[in-house]
């Protein structure tokens, strides 16, 4: 290798840096340094290269087309060594760290923790949150129980629950009928979360016409289970997430349609899984 053609790993961390989060400021605060060493290393850079990598737009930084094609595998690259070195100085004693929806944590997952922690007290586990996909060797994630098909380039999934879409209800919307036709459903109520696109195309391949349909949106599924739950419309979810829900005629299902492929996987990155991070997920299967 002829590291003459490397540039400094302080300016090449600088720009990663900076490429993702879109702001020489916020790479400035993630990388503990000062907006102007962040500024010098970017100009340093692109000297080095004989191109723009980023330019101002707005308030924040764009990458220019040489940038993109510099940043991906620079970030792919940082995350590799990331890996590597938690993979040499792995501590046993470090908590499992978890990414996964707040829906699935709220009302899969925690429901069934006690089992965990009652026969795993030595295994220690950090849940995180998080509606949006994120770069678990970037975030230094070991594991991630993501809503899909399965297909995420340049990582591992298995199936561990199918999920399917259903339309619920709470029994006092429903005067005691169990049996609905579309242009009932459509007749009636709704409450959709804002941030959930999905909802509304199942409604769609139903065959309900959404823009005659009468839906109050509400900002997070939390809210909407709650108005749900009060009988202020139907509501469109995940089978997994009501499960309780309907055993125990909180809400009742209107309709389910199955969709092929789609449900909860456990994803991990490429390669050895330790030792702790294989008993929570044999545990997760044990416990569908």
């Known amino acids: 290798m002829d590291w003459r053609q490397i540039p400094s790993l302080s300016a ?20 503990n340094v000062t907006h102007a060493a962040i500024a010098q290393h970017l100009r340093k850079l692109e000297e080095h290269v004989g ?12 990458l220019t087309e040489d940038g993109r094609r510099l940043a991906q595998p620079l ?28 829906s699935f944590a709220a009302q899969w997952l925690m429901p069934r923790l006690g089992d965990f922690w009652a026969k795993h007290a030595d295994v220690p586990l950090t849940l995180h949150p998080d509606r949006h996909i994120v770069d678990l060797a970037r975030d230094g994630m070991d594991l991630a129980i993501r809503y899909g098909d399965g297909k995420w ?26 049996n609905f036709s579309l242009e009932e459903l459509a007749a009636m109520p709704w409450v959709i979360e804002e941030d959930w696109p999905e909802q509304l195309a199942y409604m769609s391949r139903i065959g309900l016409d959404v823009s005659r349909i009468r839906t109050t949106m509400v900002p997070t599924e939390e809210l ?22 309907l055993a125990t005629g909180r809400l009742r299902s209107v309709h389910c349609a199955p969709v092929s492929g789609l449900g909860y996987y456990l994803v991990t990155r490429p390669g ?11 545990w997760l299967k044990s416990v569908v």
């Not at 090449?12 to 990388?31: D, P, Y």
């Not at 191109?51 to 764009?62: D, K, Q, S, T, V």
């Not at 050895?272 to 044999?282: I, Q, S």
């Open 153 to 178: 380039p340049n990582l591992q999934a298995e199936m561990l629950t199918p999920a399917d879409f259903c339309v619920v209800a709470a029994p006092n919307l429903l005067d005691g009928r169990e």
């Open 272 to 282: 050895p899984v330790k030792a702790n991070l294989r008993l929570f997920m044999r």
């Open 12 to 31: 090449l961390r600088a720009f990663e840096a900076a490429a993702r989060t879109g702001s020489l400021s916020e790479a400035a605060r993630e990388l």
């Open 224 to 245: 909407a289970l709650s108005a749900a739950r009060q009988g202020y419309g139907l509501h469109v979810e995940l089978g997994t997430l009501v499960a309780d829900d």
């Open 51 to 62: 191109r723009a990598l980023m330019r101002r737009e707005g308030r924040g930084m764009a």
């Open 75 to 102: 970030g792919q690259a940082f995350g590799q060594i990331a890996d590597a070195m938690r993979a040499i100085s792995d501590d046993p004693g470090r908590p499992l760290a978890v990414t996964l929806t707040p």
